[in-house]
């Protein structure tokens, strides 16, 4: 009988033990693996936005009734306005009424209303909440210009969602004008009311007080077209 080397022994007996260690290692291996991919997080779906409650704009020149455009222009050239050019009618549009009235129509009055509607988007938000944004806007274009004077800001709740009234006055080629821009925002549509007045060869201003309160009555007839 051959006798075995000892040593040889040995390493044989090491050799068969380690195979099902390694075995048994890979196995667990790939388990762990598998219950990783298993457990790891799944992305979230964004949420989707609420859709626009205004989907079009009415035609700006129609937002108002003839019997208010001849309260707060009198002397209008045009009853039905004259239509302020606009490349996307779904998203913006605005019409100007002017003309004077009284003695040699030296009361001379301009009223604008302007119409902005937002659609939502995944980058830009909300309509609702761009339209917000664009009537802070519509306030600070008045309230940081310079030229303008005796400015007083009002918030006025019961007009729409949110609503501001600026009073101010300012200059234009040397004629002393008092103005009034009347904002509101009913959802993602903005409603922004410009209505100014002078007088000519002497005749008086017209009072802050009248411009507001005509200024509103339009924003709210304005309002109300987008129904």
């Known amino acids: ?3 075995i080397d000892p040593r040889l022994a040995r390493k044989l007996v090491c050799a068969a033990v380690a195979v099902p260690v390694l075995l048994a290692a890979g196995c667990s291996s790939d388990s762990e693996e598998e219950t ?11 949420k989707s936005l609420e859709p ?3 989907k079009q704009l009415p035609d700006p020149c129609d937002a108002l009734s003839k019997d208010t455009v001849k309260d707060v222009v009198p002397g209008s050239e045009k009853k039905k306005g004259k239509n302020l ?7 913006y549009g605005s019409c100007l009424w002017s003309g004077g009235s009284g003695k040699n129509d030296a009361e001379y009055r301009a009223l604008t209303v302007s119409l902005k509607r ?4 995944a980058s830009l938000g909300s309509g609702d909440k761009q339209a917000g944004s664009f009537l802070k806007q519509e306030v600070e274009s008045v309230t940081g210009n310079d030229d303008n004077k005796k400015i007083k800001n009002e918030q006025l709740a019961e ?6 009234a600026i009073s101010y006055e300012t200059k234009k080629k040397d004629q002393e004008y008092r103005v009034n821009r009347t904002i509101a925002r009913d959802h993602n549509v903005v409603v922004t009311v410009d209505y100014e007045g002078t ?7 017209p009072s802050a007080k009248d411009l507001r309160k005509k200024a509103q009555k339009t924003a709210e007839e ?6």
């Open 1 to 3: 009988m051959h006798r």
């Open 36 to 46: 990783d991919d298993s457990s790891s997080p799944k992305p979230s779906k964004s």
């Open 52 to 54: 626009v409650k205004f």
């Open 85 to 91: 050019a606009s490349d996307d009618t779904e998203s």
């Open 118 to 121: 937002y659609d939502s988007g």
């Open 159 to 164: 007009l729409g969602q949110e609503a501001t």
């Open 199 to 205: 007088g000519f060869e002497g005749a008086d201003l």
């Open 222 to 227: 304005a309002l109300e077209s987008l129904r």
